[in-house]
């Protein structure tokens, strides 16, 4: 017998996988990390998966995640507010709102502003051993 899986998001803070009729939770909001070079923002390191870094990040109303590049693949599901993308020139794109996903290539420049009052949260996946490395160690390099 085959089983559809289906992640879901609950209350924006449990992530869960739906098998048949049950509910298997894979995640819950837990450790904040702060990202000292992104005005107001705080990540959380949601339940490993082999290949697969799940991240939830919430960047305080007003705050930014300024132009910056990662060596894996990430996509991200935002999952409540706005902001507006920022193009590999720098320059600001267009605005992304709750249930749009973006997703980038490795090395690809990428970052967020104008966040809106109510603040912006997305849930980060990111292949091979992701953003967040150990404790204190990150993938990520700023332009």
Same mark, same amino acid.
């Given at each position: 017998?085959?089983?559809?899986?289906?992640? =879901? =998001? !609950?209350?924006?803070?449990?992530?869960?996988?739906? @098998?048949?009729?049950? !509910?298997?939770?894979?995640?819950?909001?837990?450790?904040?990390?702060?990202?000292?070079?992104?005005?107001?923002?705080? /990540?959380?390191?949601?339940? %490993? /998966? &082999?290949?697969?870094?799940?991240?939830? =990040?919430?960047?305080? %109303?007003?705050? &930014?995640?300024?132009?910056? @590049?990662?060596?894996?693949?990430?996509?991200? !599901?935002?999952?409540? *507010?706005?902001?507006?993308?920022?193009?590999?020139? *720098? @320059? %600001?794109?267009?605005?992304?709102?709750?249930?749009? /996903?973006?997703?980038k290539q490795p090395r690809e420049l990428h970052g967020f502003?104008?966040? *809106?009052p109510e603040g912006f949260k997305f849930i980060s996946l990111?292949?091979? &051993? #992701?953003? /967040?490395? #150990? &404790?204190?160690?990150?993938? !990520?390099?700023?332009?």
């Open positions: 017998m085959q089983f559809k899986a289906y992640l =879901v =998001v !609950i209350d924006c803070t449990t992530w869960c996988t739906i @098998r048949s009729k049950h !509910i298997v939770v894979i995640a819950r909001k837990a450790n904040l990390m702060k990202v000292s070079a992104c005005v107001g923002t705080t /990540v959380s390191r949601l339940a %490993p /998966v &082999e290949g697969l870094q799940c991240l939830r =990040v919430e960047v305080a %109303p007003h705050g &930014e995640i300024p132009l910056h @590049r990662h060596d894996c693949a990430a996509t991200m !599901i935002v999952i409540a *507010g706005t902001a507006r993308k920022l193009l590999a020139s *720098g @320059r %600001p794109g267009r605005m992304v709102r709750a249930g749009e /996903v973006v997703v502003v104008d966040i *809106g990111s292949s091979g &051993e #992701g953003i /967040v490395k #150990g &404790e204190s160690t990150w993938d !990520i390099e700023f332009a």
